[in-house]
């Protein structure tokens, strides 16, 4: 009874469980931290707090001090109630009774409580382990004995008749307790690598998750740019800033979904290999030997390609398309004003012209030097260190600042590769194709599959979009360079991110067919 009335004691007025980490209010009333938090939280606008127990009035939040002497009367009850919980196996000699059992004797295949335990037998061959009712999983299902040997051959338990005259003689032998901390040593390795993965992935997680605040900054910056952009315009055009800042939300959503699916699948591997990382431990802790033996070997379950995978999704999110953005604004406002000077948008068109000192002898360039065709006949060119060997030709000029986007129309279709390279690209050898290198980055045409290479690092594109027009978009400063079909709808092929460290020339490569460019279009910078 006296136990009974100490329980209710231990027991939170809140939640009405044991409690879980106790404190006290002034007026001396002890509650679960959690429990007690909750409840001054719902009092905040009432702007007064009251105990939930004697109802005494606080003018402020009142300070929660930790009840250390209860902390350790519920730790130490708890600890008596655990030690006093059966195990359900009782001893095999109290017959009249049931009485917990302290140990088993694999000899005898009985459980003894501790009085019987105190009489029975000392001598080796009556080995003892902790409870169980499995004892006949650790005899020896043919010969009747105690298995005490571990057969490294062939994986299994074994008893002494197993290894001098069954079929196991001659087998490479270990003491049970040998082979398993061998395998708990292998366990140990495997769970510390299982850990490595979990903070790896915990360390992915929230890498994901501050790239989502950044979407979410980035998205509300260029929402206020364009908003400011349509104060000075006419009602004729709310209609384009309500599709602008449609496009806006479309794409920051479509980047918190990704990343929230991406943090949803890792959260989940987290779970999967906490839960393989708790399924090693308990049998690192297990003291019997044959259940940890005979469970499965759990090998490496590090997987590279989780890694590999992860990344490349990642990479596919993409992030806010502001040149998308730029173009769907600029479109829209070309047919009613010629003249907006806002550092936003690129504006004020230049021309892009082709350099013939730069073009292979088997590219022709038209008189404006606005066409690169494939020519079957030499054109015999100077030969010059800036020239190619391949069907190559750069533009006069670079961009080394600012944002711009050149065009081009694809005339006669065919093999073609279209996109921005360093000056430093090399003039000769595979590695001079725009794409082989690190140098250049391009958008591929090659029998009718479609590309953007980078470093000879290939990402294939969908074949269901109109080639007619193509947009390449540079966004110097901010390390971005976009490619686009400027079909209906306007569709983004892909964005590569890169800081650059040089000028960037267009160029163009005509393995077949006819490229012609259309002209390009700058913002504050022109061509260098």
Known sequence: ???????????????????????????????????????????????????????????????????????????????????????????????????????????????????????????????????????????????????????????ACICVSCCLIGEHRGHQMESLDEATEKKKEKLRNVLQNLT???????????????????????????????????????????????????????????????????????????????????????LCNMSDPVTVLQEPDTGDLYDTEDTDRHDNQVHDIGDLDVGLISETIHTGLADIITDINVSFYVQGPADILLDVTTAGNYIHISDDRKTASRSYIDQNHPETPERFDYNQVLSTGSFSSGQHYWEVEIIHSGGWRLGMCYPSIGRRGRQSHIGSNDKSWCLCRYKNQYSVIHGRKVIQLPDNIPWVRVRVYLDYEAGLLSFYSLGDPIRHLHTYTASFTEPLHAVLCVENGCIKISGAVMSKETES
Request: include cysteine.
């Open 1 to 155: 009874m006296a136990s009974a009335d100490v329980r209710q004691e231990l027991d939170c007025s809140i939640c009405l469980s044991i409690y879980t980490d106790p404190v006290n209010l002034r007026c001396g009333h002890n509650f679960c931290r959690v429990c007690i938090d909750r409840v001054l939280d719902t009092q905040e606008g009432a702007g007064v707090y009251n105990c939930p127990d004697c109802r005494a009035t606080f003018k402020k939040r009142p300070a929660l001090q930790r009840n250390i002497t209860l902390c350790n009367i519920v730790g130490s009850f708890q600890a008596t109630r655990n030690g006093q919980e059966e195990t359900g196996i009782f001893c095999t000699y109290c017959v009249d009774s049931l009485i917990p059992a302290a140990k088993s004797c694999l000899l005898c295949e009985a459980s003894l409580c501790d009085k019987h335990l105190r009489v029975h037998s000392k001598s080796p061959e009556h080995v003892l382990c902790d409870p169980t009712t499995a004892l006949g999983n650790r005899k020896c299902s043919i010969h009747k004995k105690i298995l005490e040997y571990y057969c490294t051959e062939d994986a």
């Open 196 to 282: 490595t993965k979990r903070e790896e992935t915990e360390i992915r997680v929230q890498s994901l998750q501050e790239r989502r605040k950044e979407g979410k900054i980035k998205a509300a910056g260029v929402t206020e740019r364009v908003t400011a952009l349509f104060r000075d315009i006419r009602r004729q055009l709310d209609d384009l800033e309500k599709r602008v800042l449609s496009e806006i939300f479309r794409q920051e959503q479509r980047v918190s979904i990704s990343v929230s699916d991406l943090i949803q699948q890792l959260e989940i591997k987290k779970d999967e290999l906490s839960g393989k990382m708790r399924h090693i431990e308990e």
